[in-house]
């Protein structure tokens, strides 16, 4: 079993930044991972992927405002971040930082961020609050 740990959750005002970090144990080199969120009311929604090959993609809502990126200097830890900027009210919700064995956008195709069968372990979740 593979555990997420999620932080930088927080409330801030529209136009806003916030960092979230992603950390889990080097269970394999080559992994994918995704950021989801989930609204109060609404489903959980894939916002942004890192695939094994490098590559990242988002979804239009964030594209320009949010960055995906990974930081492998600890070889007993990886840990992902997820740069936003310019936050929108309709950025709230509750994060999820999920991960599996890649590459996922060979198996599941380049929306595999979306998609949550195609990820075996999931974070607690961090909330973040977007006023406007």
């Known amino acids: 079993r593979v555990q997420l740990v999620e932080s930088g959750g927080g409330s801030v005002q529209s136009g806003g930044s916030l960092r979230l970090s992603c950390v889990f144990p080097e269970y394999t080199p080559n992994y994918c991972v995704a950021w989801f969120r989930q609204a109060p009311g609404k489903e959980r929604a894939g916002v942004a992927g890192?695939?094994?090959?490098?590559?990242?993609?988002?979804?239009d809502s964030v594209k320009g405002r949010f960055t995906i990126s990974r930081d492998n200097a600890n070889n007993d830890k990886n840990t992902v971040s997820l740069q936003m900027n310019n936050l929108e009210p309709d950025d709230s919700g509750t994060y999820y930082c999920?991960?599996?064995?890649?590459?996922?956008?060979?198996?599941?195709?380049?929306?595999?961020?979306?998609?949550?069968?195609?990820?075996?372990?999931w974070g607690q979740g961090t909330q973040v609050t977007v006023s406007s």
């Open positions: 999920a991960t599996d064995h890649g590459p996922c956008g060979g198996r599941y195709g380049s929306n595999y961020y979306t998609l949550e069968y195609a990820f075996g372990w």
């Open positions: 890192s695939d094994s090959d490098g590559s990242t993609t988002y979804a």
